[in-house]
């Protein structure tokens, strides 16, 4: 039964993931007071994408070309680690958490290489960008990680997530979790280049990380690249909200529902920060990752007092 469970909730994850862009657009054109685009835009661009044929240069290897595809597969993998409404992943067993960051680095390392496989300045600048903040980015996802194993007895994301309970946090633990959903929500924005680390709606080279590594990407591969960055909204999205409510009513269907309320209303809150915020220097970036740093420090000290 958890098993089917889970093949649905990864089955859904593939459909609606697209629709949290939608999501957050619609937050922030709410908020500037504008109507906002149509809500099936992310699927129709998608579909748009895949019609297309790719085109190479004549400079690039096969790396470029499996960028894109060993991204969008190590983002699917990830999402199969991933328990949703307290119930266990598709794929679980203890030490699934390094396998989920290995997969995200997998991904994140075929992306820089495809980047600099084009032998543009631009797209090398990027790269370095990206494997420079994720470097930061790393060290504070695992740390989080590693202090919900330290209080469940788990190195399985299903066993931590499965036994976080609703009062897990309750009562001298509340800071605690002000701390990892600080650090968590720090991680969630880099690593899926959201203001004010990254503008994925920008279109100045200088400014950018991500989105200047798949200029060169077009067609069914740029549409391989949009579909992963929009798993990993989802995945990363769920170890966020998860926190928050990690499921345990003991009702199927009020635990799916309020999972899915609060991973809408997390990107709610991630449209309502990037409509009150603006992109920081590229030089302070690495302040607030070490914001995040600090915030699963003392995570883990608060654990393991």
């Known amino acids: 039964m958890d098993r089917l469970f889970a093949l649905v909730a990864v089955a859904v994850a593939l459909v609606a993931a697209p629709f949290l862009k939608t999501v957050i657009n619609r937050t922030k054109a709410a908020v500037a007071g504008r109507q906002g685009p149509p809500l099936l835009l992310p699927y129709r661009s998608l579909v748009r994408l895949m019609s297309k044929g790719a085109v ?30 307290g119930r266990p992943a598709l794929v679980h067993f203890e030490g699934d958490i390094l396998l989920m960051a290995y997969l995200m680095g997998v991904g994140r390392f075929f992306t820089v290489f495809a980047a600099m496989d084009t032998g543009s300045s631009f797209e090398g600048m990027g790269a370095d960008r990206e494997a420079f903040f994720s470097a930061l980015t790393e060290p504070s996802l695992l740390l989080g990680v590693a202090g919900l194993g330290a209080i469940t007895g788990s190195l399985s ?18 800071p605690a979790l002000i701390f990892i959903l600080a650090a968590f ?10 203001i004010p680390v990254d503008d994925p709606t920008t279109h100045l080279e200088l400014t ?22 929009a798993l990993k909204l989802w995945t990363m999205g769920l170890l966020v909200s998860g ?26 809150v991630v449209g309502l920060v990037e409509s009150s915020s603006a992109r920081l220097k590229m030089g302070r970036v690495p302040l607030l990752l070490a914001v995040a740093f600090v915030m699963s420090t003392l995570w883990i000290m608060w654990v393991v007092r």
């Open 185 to 194: 929500v720090i991680v969630y924005l880099v690593e899926n280049s959201r």
């Open 243 to 268: 926190l928050v409510f990690p499921g345990g009513t003991g009702s199927l269907w009020l635990d799916v529902l309020l999972s899915l309320c609060c991973l809408m209303g997390f990107q709610v």
């Open 157 to 174: 994301l299903s066993g931590i997530y499965g036994k976080l309970g609703g009062s897990a946090f309750l009562g001298s633990n509340l």
């Open 56 to 85: 190479y240069g004549s400079q690039t290897t096969w790396i470029f070309r499996a960028g894109p595809v060993v991204s969008l597969v190590s983002t699917m993998g990830a999402l199969c680690l991933v328990p949703f409404a």
């Open 208 to 229: 950018m990380i991500h989105e200047v590594m798949v200029l060169d990407h077009c067609g069914i591969d740029l549409a391989f690249i949009e579909y992963g960055g």
